[in-house]
Nanobody, 121 residues
Framework: QVQLVESGGGLVQPGGSKRLSCAAS????????MGWYRQAPRRQRELVAT???????DYAGSVKGRFTISGDHAKKLVNLQMNSLKPEDTAVYYC???????????????WGQGTQVTVSS
């Protein structure tokens, strides 16, 4: 059984930093895209950051310059360093790992259970 386990969420003051981590366990065979999404109350889940094996990271405009995604596709590890946090960054953050073929079809798709990040004074 495949599991993505996130850690690092919690409460942080505006302007502070948080680092989220995600590790996969179980029988994940192959993935080439890792990323983070978030969902705030009463809003749809949105992309925060992703990166493809051998490619450059892609960020949502609202976090560009403040967040940094990193990881190792072979080891199935992905991190999200969040700096200069704002109250509007408050959300449940979800780790995602997937395999996408050359036609853009998603062949494998795995999600973590989510970790709450609250930015408040």
């Amino acid at each position: 059984q495949v599991q993505l386990v996130e850690s690092g969420g919690g409460l942080v003051q505006p302007g502070g930093s948080k680092r989220l981590s995600c590790a996969a366990s179980g029988s994940i065979v192959n993935i080439n895209v890792m990323g983070w999404y978030r969902q705030a109350p009463r809003r749809q889940r949105e992309l925060v950051a992703t990166f493809t094996s051998g490619g450059s990271p892609d960020y949502a405009g609202s976090v560009k310059g403040r967040f940094t995604i990193s990881g190792d596709h072979a080891k199935k590890l992905v991190n999200l360093q969040m700096n200069s946090l704002k109250p509007e960054d408050t959300a449940v953050y979800y780790c995602n790992m997937r395999l996408i073929n050359n036609d853009g079809a998603i062949l494998n798709d795995y999600w973590g259970q989510g970790t709450q990040v609250t930015v408040s004074s």
